[in-house]
């Protein structure tokens, strides 16, 4: 399965990425050196590197859990490899903000697939709004939490303070609800459907 090669590959970098340090410099986002040195492979990259284990660790479980379904509904609609697509298109649009506003500090690094996760963590809740995700050991409806996850993104967006790119998460969201919309525009209206017949667990 894609979701599985994915994470794979992100494991494996990230752990190459921890053991030696000058990979993972290479491999962050760090604006100048997409603006100045032309790295724009930097786009990509740093959603393959992470800051430590708990971080992939996260990112990959979440992946894992959410990511199968996606790829099945992918798959169905732009073909065996449109997961991958989306996983990777994702990557890049979401750190793209971030990029805008930071290309020229110096002292600005990311990294992290959180952004691409949180695409597919929403693609997931446009087809399945009221399935439970468990958050902090307690069951949660998907719809409830996403609107506490868009509301603390951007509260911490602008707070800021603590080393989280909650922009990129932000921006992946809504890159996540937009290609499954542009990919099959009557997801919009089943999603209103299943919004308006709760049906927790499902």
Do not use: C
């Amino acid at each position: 399965m894609l979701t599985f090669a994915l994470i794979a590959v992100t494991v494996l970098v990230s752990w190459l990425a921890f053991e030696r340090p000058a990979l993972l410099d290479r491999l962050i986002l760090w604006p100048p050196a997409i603006d100045r040195k032309k790295q724009y492979d930097r786009l990509l990259t740093h959603g393959f590197v992470h800051a430590d284990w708990s971080h992939l660790l996260f990112n990959m479980i979440t992946l894992y859990f959410f990511g199968r379904q996606i790829e099945e509904v992918m798959g169905k609609l732009i073909g065996p490899l449109g997961f991958v697509l989306f996983y990777l298109s994702a990557i890049v649009i979401a750190i793209l903000p971030t990029y805008l506003r930071h290309r020229h500090d110096a002292h600005y690094r990311s990294l992290g697939a959180s952004g691409a996760v949180s695409a597919v963590l929403f693609a997931f809740i446009l087809l399945s709004p009221w399935s439970l995700i468990i958050v902090f050991f307690l069951p949660m409806p998907a719809i409830l939490y996403a609107v506490a996850y868009v509301a603390y993104s951007i509260w911490m967006d602008k707070r800021g303070g603590d080393n989280i790119n909650h922009s990129a998460h932000l921006s992946g969201a809504l890159y996540g609800v937009l290609f499954m919309l542009l990919m099959e525009p009557r997801i919009g209206a089943y999603f209103l459907q299943r919004l308006m017949s709760p049906s927790f667990g499902g």
